[in-house]
Nanobody
Framework: QVQLAESGGGLVQPGGSLRLSCAAS????????RGWYRQTPGKQRELVAV???????NYADSVKGRFTISIDNAKNTVYLQMNSLKTEDTAVYYC?????????WGQGTQVTVSS
């Protein structure tokens, strides 16, 4: 099993920044990709950014140039640096980790962008 603990959500004004963290514990040795997804009421969960064990990254078009995903392997933690936040970035953000045939989710952290 893999446990994911998210932190860093909150309320921020448009144009502001937040950094989300996701610490992994448990059987993490075979994780090959980690990422962030987000969901708003009535909509499907959507990919925000992912990073592979080799360091390759992929971003949703809506966040390219504003968000950066990174990983600290010594801390088993993935970060999502979010800059130039927009009201449409408001959502619950979920951390994800994948092993062969298994996918794990964090509990979610609320990000609200509002003036």
């Amino acid at each position: 099993q893999v446990q994911l603990a998210e932190s860093g959500g909150g309320l921020v004004q448009p144009g502001g920044s937040l950094r989300l963290s996701c610490a992994a514990s448990g059987s993490i040795s075979s994780i090959y990709v980690r990422g962030w997804y987000r969901q708003t009421p009535g909509k499907q969960r959507e990919l925000v950014a992912v990073i592979t064990s080799a360091g390759s990254t992929n971003y949703a078009d809506s966040v390219k140039g504003r968000f950066t995903i990174s990983i600290d392997n010594a801390k088993n933690t993935v970060y999502l640096q979010m800059n130039s936040l927009k009201t449409e970035d408001t959502a619950v953000y979920y951390c994800n980790a994948r092993r062969p045939l298994q996918s794990y989710w964090g509990q979610g952290t609320q990000v609200t962008v509002s003036s």
